[in-house]
């Protein structure tokens, strides 16, 4: 019987940065999804149940952080590893991200090292 891959929700509305990360993670050997607004991204983290949710801030529709906030109040998600990216600064943001339950914080431009340790810490294996 196959082993199930990690299932890795991207969740990023700028698309060349998107195609990147999903690109990466493949590679790595995760089963990557990707969505570009936040709407969507609820949808699917209900539909799909992802491993990890790789969740950019400043998204259409629904923000990152309030995403990141309804996870963390239902029960079937609230252990639900996230790793907030934005390419705000601001201490703020940061904060914000905490407050609203994230694992991890990266700053963008981040190096996709930086990530795939994110990504592999949040899943066990690091």
Do not use: W
């Amino acid at each position: 019987m196959a082993e199930r891959k990690t299932k890795v929700l991207v969740v990023e509305d700028d698309v060349d940065t998107s195609d990147n990360i999903k690109a990466r993670l493949q590679k790595e050997g995760y089963d990557t999804l990707t969505c570009y607004d936040g709407l969507r991204a609820l949808e699917m983290i209900r539909h799909e149940s992802p491993d990890v949710v790789v969740l950019d801030i400043m998204i259409p529709g629904v923000p990152g952080h309030h995403i990141c906030r309804l996870l963390k109040f239902d029960e079937r998600f609230q252990n639900l590893p996230i790793i907030v990216v934005t390419g705000r600064s601001d201490t703020e943001y940061r904060q914000m991200a905490e407050k609203a339950g994230a694992s991890r914080f990266l700053r963008k431009p981040f190096e996709m090292s930086q990530l795939l340790e994110a990504v592999a810490a949040a899943v066990g294996g690091a």
